[in-house]
């Protein structure tokens, strides 16, 4: 997994690149934990470029949610696929997470 990042006006892009599963979780916590360290609570993660997720994914896009949620911050999901919003369907996880088309549809949600 590659993750890119940057900042859109006070709100931080994860762009993911490749599979987000048990072997490249700790890179996508580490991502997130460093830019929460930094006073970031508005997140946007592009998964337009992730082939796979399993459970251990989920699990870390989840812990992001709820830490920023607590200090009234937010992520918005954009770019998912037909098989990873299947599996957000299935897991109910389309309805604790705002899924957007795109990274300018998300950050206009943050305005």
Excluded: P, Q
């Excluded at 940057?6 to 931080?12: A, D, F, H, K, P």
């Excluded at 490249?24 to 916590?29: D, I, Y």
């Excluded at 599996?87 to 990274?103: M, P, S």
Aim: proline share 0%; aromatic share 6%.
């Amino acid at each position: 997994m590659e993750i890119s990042v940057e900042e859109l006006n006070g709100v931080s892009v994860m762009r993911c690149l490749g599979s987000l599963d048990a072997d490249t979780v700790a890179l996508f916590r580490k991502r997130g934990a460093e830019l929460f360290e930094k006073g970031c609570r508005k997140f946007i993660v592009d998964v337009s470029s992730v082939s796979f997720i399993d459970s251990m994914g989920l699990g870390a896009m989840i812990s992001l949610l709820r830490k920023t949620r607590e200090k009234g911050g937010d992520v918005k999901l954009c770019g998912i696929n037909k098989e990873i919003k299947e599996i957000f369907e299935i897991t109910r996880l389309n309805k604790l997470f705002e899924v957007c088309a795109d990274i300018e549809t998300a950050h206009k949600k943050f305005a």
